[in-house]
């Protein structure tokens, strides 16, 4: 199947989406003047986001990387999260800037900002391309958002299907045909 095959109907152009990138990158720019974040990116669905947003930053800042998985259904985050990569180096001290492609229940995130917070960064915030608010089950503040969509089973631009589709370059919802059963 080609890809464009796999798209029920686009979300989020090419172009809104380097425009709005563009956009986030001053804003963290501009709130992180003088300072160099540590961007830590979830992966695997964030790293195009955290490109991106890196080419779009005028501000020095570090990279890291965490890979979590969360237990429940491939449609449903149970909120008990297993963390397969952990970061390299330590925040105590420093000014963290999460990066996400995409906050549906909140409940990955709510795990990840306890655990963190526990290692004493000196800020803790996040950025999120993708936020779903009504499938939202844990309000955690989020300080920069790409997007607000609807709740549909989305895929590009770094989200998947079965690890396909990440490379298109927008956001579109996934192919009735193709739905997991249970979403």
């Given amino acids: 199947m ?3 095959d796999a798209i029920g109907e686009v979300l989020v152009t090419e172009e809104d989406l380097q425009r709005r990138v563009a956009e986030l990158g001053a804003e963290v720019s501009s709130d992180y003047d003088g300072r ?12 195009p ?6 080419w779009h930053m005028t501000i020095d800042c570090e990279l890291d990387f965490m890979a979590v998985s969360s237990y429940g ?24 800037l999460i990066v996400e492609d995409i906050i549906d ?35 955690d503040p989020i300080r920069y958002v790409g997007f607000e969509i609807p709740n549909e089973f989305v895929i590009g631009y770094g989200l998947d299907f079965a690890e396909r ?13 193709l739905m997991p059963e249970g979403t």
């Fill in 165 to 177: 589709y990440r490379n298109l370059p927008y956001v579109g919802v996934l192919h009735p045909d």
């Fill in 105 to 139: 229940s909140g409940l990955t995130l709510h795990y990840l900002l306890k655990n963190l917070a526990a290692r004493n960064p000196r800020s803790l915030e996040v950025c999120s391309l993708l936020t779903k608010p009504e499938r939202r089950r844990v309000e």
């Fill in 73 to 96: 259904s491939s449609t449903d985050s149970s909120g008990v999260v297993r963390i397969l990569k952990d970061l390299d180096a330590p925040i105590e001290g420093r000014d963290v």
């Fill in 2 to 4: 080609e890809p464009d």
């Fill in 36 to 47: 160099a974040p540590l961007l830590v990116a979830i992966l695997k669905g964030a790293v």
């Fill in 49 to 54: 986001f955290l490109a991106d947003l890196m």
